[in-house]
């Protein structure tokens, strides 16, 4: 008598439309996931290569400079200014190797200032600079250091994709080739401006240029990409912005969230 009174309950059929989309939904997800692992690994590669461009040159060198000294005098033939010149080129090593060690990708560290954001770009494309006849000018208006609660390798990697970027455009002029890093700060960010005269971006692509794929000097299109994935991922934003003047064709706006003011 009680199976009578049971209610019946037809079972849930899937909507094969609602199915489809969902399927849709999740293709593309991963196709974005691809694609930012793609700009990752990309990121990485160039960043381990300057990497090692930048300790082979100086270890080189000064391995080259201790050798011509050694090799072409005998003992009695060292003199003071020998021994001065194995001493700096010793010096040189040792600065090297420290500088190599705060530069390689997985650092632990997840508090940084500034000013070392700075100083390793620059280490990284110094020689890239010298050959290319690049000024770099740095200007810091700040009262104070300011310190970022991220991790230092992402942030150097992102704003060197800025930089290589600004290279390849640069190339495309033949003199006066200039880089300006500018800082300034709100309340809860920090706004770095990256300009730079070199070719201008296309007008049909300025609002597509931080998308995957899309280049204006030639290249793969994925530094730009890298650099805006890494800055949402942080709070932060990263922005593309035309100049008209004589000076510089372009800056890229990265803002970033800060911690404090003080050590």
């Given amino acids: 008598m009680n199976n009578r009174k049971k209610k019946y309950i037809p079972k849930k059929k899937n909507n ?43 270890i080189k060198n000064s391995i080259q400079s201790i050798d011509s000294v050694i090799s072409t005098n005998t003992s009695d033939e060292i003199t003071d200014e020998h021994l001065n010149s194995i001493k700096l080129n010793l010096k040189i090593m040792r600065e090297t190797i420290e500088n190599f060690s705060k530069l390689v990708p997985h650092s632990d560290k997840d508090k940084f200032s500034y000013s070392s954001l700075v100083t390793a ?40 994709n800025i ?31 990256i300009f730079d005269n070199g070719e201008e971006v296309e007008k049909k692509i ?14 793969s299109g994925i530094g730009l990409h890298h650099a805006k994935y890494l800055c949402e991922l942080y709070n932060g934003s990263i922005e593309y912005c035309p100049l008209e003047n004589n000076e510089y064709k372009k800056y ?5 969230p800060i911690i404090n003011t003080e050590e």
């Fill in 16 to 58: 094969p439309v609602v199915l489809n989309q969902r399927i849709e939904e999740l293709k593309n997800e991963l196709r974005l996931h691809g694609k930012n692992i793609d700009a990752i690994s990309k990121s990485h590669d160039i960043h381990i290569t300057m990497l090692s461009n930048f300790a082979r040159h100086d």
């Fill in 121 to 160: 770009v620059e280490l990284l494309n110094r020689d890239n600079f010298y050959e290319n006849k690049i000024s770099l000018i740095k200007e810091n208006n700040l009262e104070h250091e300011i310190y970022f609660s991220l991790p230092f390798q992402s942030v150097v990697q992102m704003t060197n």
């Fill in 163 to 193: 930089i290589i970027n600004a290279t390849k455009a640069l190339s495309k002029i033949d003199s006066n080739r200039k880089i300006k890093f500018s800082v300034d700060k709100s309340e809860e960010f920090l706004k770095i401006s």
């Fill in 206 to 219: 300025e609002n597509k240029i931080f998308d995957y794929g899309i280049s204006n000097t030639g290249g």
């Fill in 252 to 256: 890229f706006l990265i803002s970033l």
